[in-house]
């Protein structure tokens, strides 16, 4: 369960949001520059959070009343962002176990890798990997660390068409199996049916909805959002 | 004719640069060389030299990397006014440098009175040879290093941080690793520009022999009596200069091919 009440003011741009995340796959969606990454961001602790509060199963991970935060490092929270920012010099098996070290991280790192069908490419570089094989490692990192939730920065967008619709099915099963709020952020419409989860509409900094994906279908709560359903049904 | 002339220009510019090199090695036999190593005044320059180069690229290290992280992460007026200073020593001449390090450090200087009362005297001592080695190299690896941790993509650092590392682990796994052409560049420059250093040197720690009478010193001083081992310093000095170009270079080679998929 992650719950957040925030305010971030950055460049002039204010985002102003209080969310709750339940358990599996949350879609985020909403037109560029409304706030979707740096909602993320702010989770993570990599932007500064005007006013507001952060809690993770319980754990309060921000309090600005309180002026506490919790380092980045310590809010047991996984992010894959939008190019993986794999590391360069390490191998897939060593990114992989980045986040725990010793015996019991290679082997949870191997077993994930196993799990993700990547196992036979643990000893190569991200250089020499595909555009999918980067996603999936990415997101085998993010999990070998354990984390209490999951930030997703549009993990298919950076895919051609034939590898994002391949890797969308293995995503989305990973995600919906884990038994911790994950917050995907899509600019498209099969991701978010695919995942099956509420749907949250941000606009300007704001939320504009919290819907499930066929309420967001059948009426959607925008201009947005009926210009993101119109195209994914003229593609259907 | 006009096509000429820019290759007749080329031509001239590369003999001035050759020349000299050329002249250098032709003049020196390899006995000569070996005869002017034994030389009791090349011996105590050499390790002399090899001693406060190392001690010098070693503080370097230790003091300029925290001061180009800093500078790599926290952009602003204070960042900038830092660079201006660290860049200063590059372009001040080095008797300039010599004059300011007495004037600072020298008996009657800014902080020779405090540094008296501790016991420690500093102008003409190889500590002189250290600092002004320091002060007209440490320029070099700082600008190299801060160059390349700004070109570190943030977002590596982040996923690092999410994935639990704290600040050591995030610097010496991802940002040092990532950095490393940048940071062994410029220390390899940082250490050839301070083996190099003669006015400063001579002018804030002097001219002793086992003391502070480093390579180049030495050559100047050979210069009046014998010029063999001023000769097979300079050859020794020209082969090592050599040598850390050639390692540069295979650094950018080696960092090429890695680039490659």
Redesign the interface.
């Known amino acids: 369960m992650l719950d957040l009440e925030l305010e971030v003011v950055r460049d002039g741009f204010v985002l102003e949001v209080s969310l709750s995340f339940s358990v599996g796959p949350t879609a985020l969606v909403g037109p560029n520059g409304a706030g979707k990454s740096t909602l993320l ?1 702010a989770i ?3 932007v500064p959070v005007r006013r507001g509060h952060i809690v993770l199963d319980g754990r309060t991970l921000l309090d600005t009343r309180r002026g506490m935060s919790v ?9 894959v ?1 939008q ?1 993986y ?1 794999l ?3 390490l191998s897939v098996l060593e990114n992989t176990c ?3 070290a010793g015996a019991a991280g290679r082997a949870r790192a191997g077993a994930v890798l196993d799990q993700l069908g990547l196992a036979s490419l643990a000893s190569r570089r991200p ?2 990997l595909s555009g999918g094989e980067r996603q999936k490692v990415a997101l085998a ?2 999990l070998a ?1 354990e ?1 209490r939730a999951l930030l997703l920065d549009e993990p298919l967008a950076a895919l051609d068409a034939d590898t994002r619709e391949t890797t969308r099915g293995l995503l989305v099963d990973t995600l919906r199996r884990l038994a911790i709020p994950s917050l995907v952020v899509t600019h498209e419409m099969r991701d978010v049916l695919a995942l099956g989860g509420p749907v949250v509409l941000l606009e300007a900094g704001r939320v504009r909805s919290t819907a499930s994906p066929e309420g967001f279908c059948a009426s959607p709560p925008s201009e947005f959002a009926r210009a993101l359903v119109k195209g994914y049904v003229q593609l259907t | 004719m006009l096509r000429v002339l820019p290759v007749v220009a080329a031509l001239l510019m590369i003999a001035v640069l050759a020349t000299p090199l050329l002249a250098l090695v032709l003049s020196t036999a390899p006995g000569e060389l070996v005869d002017g190593l034994r030389h009791p005044l090349a011996l105590s320059a050499l390790r002399l030299s090899l001693f406060t180069t190392s001690t010098s690229l070693g503080l370097t290290l230790l003091l300029g990397t925290p001061l180009a992280w800093w500078m790599a992460r926290h952009p602003g007026p204070a960042e900038r006014a830092a660079s201006t200073l660290v860049q200063l020593p590059i372009v001040v001449p080095p008797a300039v440098s010599g004059l300011a390090l007495l004037l600072a450090f020298g008996r009657r200087g800014l902080l020779g009175p405090l540094l008296d009362r501790a016991g420690w005297t500093l102008p003409f001592t190889t500590a002189a040879v250290v600092l002004a080695e320091l002060f007209v190299s440490a320029p070099f690896y700082v600008q190299s290093a801060a160059a390349a941790f700004r070109r570190l ?1 943030e ?2 650092l ?9 600040p050591a682990r995030r610097f010496f ?2 940002a040092l ?2 950095s490393r052409h940048g940071v062994v560049t410029g220390a390899a420059l940082s250490w050839a520009r301070a083996l190099g250093e003669f006015g400063a040197t001579l002018m804030f720690a002097g001219n002793l022999q086992g003391r502070t009478q480093t390579l180049p010193l030495a050559i100047y001083t050979a210069l009046e009596t014998d010029l063999r081992p001023a000769k097979a310093l300079s050859v020794v000095m020209v082969a090592v200069a050599l040598a850390v170009l050639l390692l540069l270079g295979r650094g950018t080679v080696l960092e090429a091919v890695r ?3």
């Open positions: 961001r993570l602790g990599a380092p980045g490092e310590e809010r047991c929270v996984g992010w962002p190019e920012a590391f360069p010099h980045f986040g725990r250089g020499a990192r993010a660390a984390p | 993509d977002d590596l982040w996923v690092a941080r999410s994935l639990g590392a704290g796994r991802v690793p990532l680039a490659r998929p």
